[in-house]
């Protein structure tokens, strides 16, 4: 992975700056973010002479009820992609029409099925039309598809294998304080248990590469597609990268801020749980344990004064250490289960394609 350290990207271009932060899974595990000086530009292009077609790059918009942004969103991305597709989740409003009047594939959902499912929709496309790079960007017009060129360079050069456009780098957007702590807050929980570092873990805004298209696709329902993209990379050992990206906050939130966050962290839970086994159920495991034998030894020490055994000391020890080891073997028991699951899957996807 020593290699992949290797990433430039550009500071900054009089229209645009443009940062790149390589994380990626170093020998021993750890992650690296990298950020080195000097500059190259990927796409060999300054920024406001777009308009330059890509048949590599396919761009991707999930979209519920978008009938109001959809129409120039696709519009200002069919600048910089050859195929645009507009995955309608089931919308009630115009947006399918719209986007299709606008030149985009529109593949529609009959009911609306969630984000992670409409994103599911997009790699499998991306599959078929053996894309080089798919780039997801939010139908909402938050997002400027002039900043396409800037996430899909890393994944162009070979660099990457996902890209996410972070609204935390060089970039300064306005953006309301309380969904800058929410974002954070997420941003913490998904570093934290994913074990793979982003300033910015719930952006709509990234890039894939053809074998991230390949290995991906997602449980998604009901939280944040977006994490458990972050748990996958590190599942799959594939590279991410960071770019600054702009962000606009002009219309007030859809969903109910504080309802939304609660429901990713949920997600984040259910995933650790399932993804992490041994570090859900070793690290408690392991801290029990230890409470266990500390409290063990002034159980003896008790003994060693006043010859009287603390029953009520000793029995908490019995249940600290019974607790302690058999959340351990549970993690042990998970984490072997999971292995065979995913050898399971992997034989499976070898011989169905
Ligand atoms: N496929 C699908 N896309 C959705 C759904 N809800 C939102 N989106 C799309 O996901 C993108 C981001 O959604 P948005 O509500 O703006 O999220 P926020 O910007 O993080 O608050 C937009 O393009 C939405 O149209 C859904 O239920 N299904
Ligand atoms: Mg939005």
Known sequence: MGDAAAYVGVPYTSAWQRRSVLT???????????????????????????????????VAIPAYNEARFIGSVVLQCRRYADTVLVIDDGSHDRTASIAEAAGAIVLRHEHNRGKGEGVNTAFAEARRLQGRCLVLID?????DPSEIPAITAPILAGEADMTVGSRFLDIKSDIPAYRKVGQHGLTMATNLSSGIRLTDSQSG????????????????????????????????????????????????AKRNPVAHGMAVLNGIVRLISQGRPLFFFGTPGLVFLLLGFLLGLRVVAI???????????????????????????????????????????????????
Request: net charge negative; aromatic share 8%; charged share 15%.
């Open 303 to 353: 003994y060693d004064t006043t010859q009287i055994l603390a029953v009520g000391y000793a029995m908490i020890v019995v249940l600290l250490t019974t607790t302690g080891i058999l959340a351990i073997f549970v993690g042990i028991i998970l984490h072997a289960l999971r292995g065979l699951l995913i050898d399971l899957e992997r034989t499976w996807r070898t011989m169905h394609g």
């Open 205 to 252: 805004f990234r890039a894939f590469s053809a074998a991230a298209i390949a290995a991906l696709s997602f449980r998604g329902s009901g939280f944040s597609v977006e994490s458990e993209m972050q748990f996958l990379m590190r599942e799959h050992t594939l590279r991410v990268a960071e770019v600054p990206i702009s962000v606009v906050y002009e219309e007030p």
């Open 139 to 143: 139908g909402d017009g938050q997002h």
């Open 24 to 58: 990626g899974h170093t020998d021993d595990n750890s992650v690296v973010a990298h950020v080195p000086p000097g500059a190259t530009d990927y796409s060999g292009r300054p920024a406001d002479t777009a308009a330059e077609t890509t048949s590599d790059v396919i």
